[in-house]
């Protein structure tokens, strides 16, 4: 069977699992399984296919049509043009959280300072914003053990040596450390919200997305405690929910926050929401 043929089924097979994008999924799987990229595939889509890499890939198009990540299924994805490696025990990087990025980037323009990426993850904020401001100390925290390990990882592969990550619960190993600028993307999505039973977040973390108060505790937690670790001045973002930036500028607005406002995700949704301490 030529790759276009193995390509096909495999497109099809997806689109009746309920992929939202099974050529995309077909096309990276099997990139992944021969070690190209999607324009190879493109150019050589009469070859055969070796029988070993096709069993591979028909393996990873089984798992896909269950619904498992595809992330997850190849150890990688692309976050801020940063290939980084994946892992079941950390949310998969997303297009909207670059909207964090963006607005973190807008608010340190000093040549050094200082940024605590808060539930880090795979290390995607505080990679992608340590690769834009190398003259800043950056620190990535997680709770979980192997998030650290995993971010720290990422960090060495791409060379990006001015960020650093270790374990803490929120705030709790740092002691009176301050920051400039703090970011947070918690877990703030409802008990019962039942986008938890649907596509790829089913296989993800569910401490990485759950929170009470209908995804508010995490949110409120962060407000509340950042004060204390924000430099004069300094700035709190926090990525939330399509649904939740009223809510969130109230708390900010409670807690003594100034020049407080919500900005867009890419599909025009507020997505991410700040304030400052007073200078």
């Known amino acids: ?135 800043w100390q950056v620190t990535g925290i997680d709770r979980v053990e192997e998030a650290v390990a995993l971010a720290t990882a990422n960090a060495d592969r791409l060379g990006i040596a001015n960020a650093s990550f270790l374990a803490s619960d929120w705030f709790s190993a740092l002691a009176a450390e301050c920051f400039d600028v703090i970011v947070a993307n918690p877990p703030y999505i409802a008990e019962s919200d039942p986008h938890l039973m649907l596509g790829d977040v089913r296989f993800e973390p569910a401490s990485a997305l759950v929170a009470g108060e209908d995804g508010l505790a995490d949110l409120r937690c962060l407000v509340e405690s950042a004060p204390r670790h924000l430099l004069p001045g300094g700035w709190l973002a926090m990525e939330h929910g399509h649904d939740q930036a009223e809510r969130v500028r109230q708390l900010l607005q409670a807690a003594g926050y100034r020049d407080i406002a919500s900005r867009h995700d890419i599909s025009g949704r507020q997505r991410v929401t700040l304030g400052r301490m007073a200078g």
């Open 1 to 135: 069977m030529d790759i276009d043929s193995l390509l096909g089924r495999a497109t099809e097979r997806l689109a009746q699992a309920g992929s939202a994008s099974p050529r995309l999924d077909a096309e990276v799987l099997l990139g992944h399984v021969l070690g190209v990229d999607r324009t190879w595939l493109y150019t050589w889509g009469d070859r055969a296919a070796p029988v070993y890499e096709r069993a591979r890939f028909e393996a990873l198009v089984a798992a896909r049509a269950e619904g498992h990540p595809v992330a997850y299924l190849i150890g990688e994805r692309e976050f801020w043009g940063l290939a980084l490696t994946t892992s079941p025990q950390t949310l998969i990087p997303r297009p909207d959280t670059e909207t964090l990025v963006e607005v973190a980037l807008e608010l340190a323009l000093a040549t050094r300072g200082h940024f605590l990426d808060l539930g880090t993850g795979t290390g995607a904020i505080a990679l992608a914003f340590a690769s834009e401001r190398p003259g």
